[in-house]
């Protein structure tokens, strides 16, 4: 697994490689994704995978001329140009799935298979998404995982709360990321998706951690009710950060596109 | 020196227990503790007091923007201040401010002002803030990492529109207008403009470029300050402002005056803890939004000015609160030399005198009003003997103003028009 660059339109963007195989792109949430990510190790057994990181995601350049939905989506759909990759099997998960769903609605002949792990992008009255802005880091993992406890874990390794410098970069990071992801996600995660979809030709899995807190799988139905022929796989005891609770449940539901 | 006797109009019923039993006093604060028909009688009573301090030759009176916000219940600045306006003369009207990235379209903004000069006569002094993020992303849903993008626009839209005389077309990314011409127009040419700052040099330098007030609306006080307007003036020096006056620059303290040091404590210190304890109780999760401060900000180590103390206001005691110049209290001698500390320590021209605090009623904030007006305002009165003249910041009224409620009688009217008597 290695971290590389390549350049697009917008701004170099850094992306991690790893496998060999059918070509995979798999967009991160909103919390990024770091090399020896559990899931893209898993995919990369059988898959040649490319996960680009969002420009202010990681180490790579930030872009401020990425503002809306529409930048971020024909964005991506450079990058893949980018990487040389002709309708690679698309993955996103949560922010990365809303953007997945986005390229595949605008370009429904460039996408053919299409996996959406718990993703953002849908709004409904009934079922308000909690305000992850909001939030304060100890307060993330009740939402974010089925094992809070574990999770605690997982999302308080090396934090240094004591030490000024290590608050200090956590804040720039913080804002860096999370500031780019609030360009789709704030204060709603929504921005039209739920008009588009219907224009999805791709094989479409729809993947869901049946104890999501963070997005309830009342919109596992809504999206699958959305994009015609989509199939749900459901998976037990996992919430928001399904692909590092239950990973090879999650692998297996996306090799089904081949 | 420039006084601005100003209030945030806090809400006076938050009950004992709110710390326990409310996670936040602003965006998300329970409105079952909201009631119309007491906000009745604050506003009144509040609008009072500001006018009240206009007769005792404070130089301005000041109100600001904030939302869902227990203590400022006031969205709109604008319409206190047209209040205001009417029953008050010679004293600026100090809207610090409105925050222009909210307004759809901000020529909205540039409108109100103009309207809020020509109707007090030229007494305008305005304000841009970019508003905290509680304000501007939590209630008002702006984008935090295009907010400031947003801003700059929404300022030189104003900015035009002030200032062009002639229709024109603004192709703005965030606002599309093909025919701005806005009437009225501003009495004032040059509008004095203060622009509240959390330390981030974009914005000292957006200060020094178009010649505004950098103003710091702490309420840590004047000892913490120190650092934030050192950095503002180190600024001006490094990028050769034509000069260093101290009105460039504008701070708010809270005051509390009484004959003697100990009477201060007794009449004002439960009202000091009412604020610091309840009104400051901002859920910590809307303090900063991602995206909201820029890099280069938080570089600075700067945190966000509404960040509590790592361990919270709640343990602070009164002697706590004056030592560490959060509040400045006693008698006039007292208030005086510690003012002056503040005032030659910061160098700011203008003062933003929080003198109503938290749930203080209002014969207690006329006292401490009158003794400061009376006793420690004067003998400030000429601390930047140099800068005088400097009046670049302040507002330049109309000589002869209109006498509201001057309309002739019925009988003037009759025998003016010919009707019965």
Redesign the interface.
Known sequence: MELKTIKTHAVPVRYIEAGKGTPLVYLHGAGGIQLGDPLLAKLAETHHVFAPLLPGYGDSEECANLRDMLDFTLHTADVIDALGLKDPILVGHSMGGMIAAEMAAIAPASISRLALICPAGLWLDDHPIPDLFAMLPYEMPQYLFHDVEAGTKIMTAGVELSDPEWLKGFLVMNARQMGMAGKILFPIPERGLSQRLYRIKAKTVIIWGDGDKLIPPAYAHAFKKAIAGAELVSIAEASHMVPIEKTNQVAAAISKLG | MKFTWFNLMPWQDLPDDFREKHRSVW?DIDSRLFDPVRAHHLYNEYMDLLEYSSTLGFDGIGVNEHHQNGYGIMPSPNIIAAGLARRTKDTALVVLGNSIALYNPPVRVAEEFAMLDCISGGRLVAGFPVGTSMDT??CY?Q????TR?KYMEAHELIKRAWDDPDPFAFNG?YNKLRHVNIWPRPVQKNMPIHIPGGGSVETYDFCIDNTYSYSYLSFSGYIRAKALLQGYWDRVAERNAPDDSPYRAGFAQTICVADTDEEAERLYSEHVSYFYNRCLHV????AD???????KT??T?ALSQYAPPIDGYGHLTWKDLIEQGHVIAGSPETVRQRMEELIKGLRVGNIFCLMHVGNMPKDKCMYSTKLFAEKVMPKLRDMFPEYKDDNRFWCSPIGKQAVPGSLPTEQMVAAAVGGKD
Not at chain 2, 143 to 146: E, F, K, M, N, T
Request: proline fraction near 8%; hydrophobic fraction near 35%; charge should be positive.
């Open positions: 965006v992303n939590y849903g984008i935090p990492a295009l993008e990314r859920y910590g999760g809307f939004a991602p995206g909201y401060r820029t890099i938080i570089q180590g």
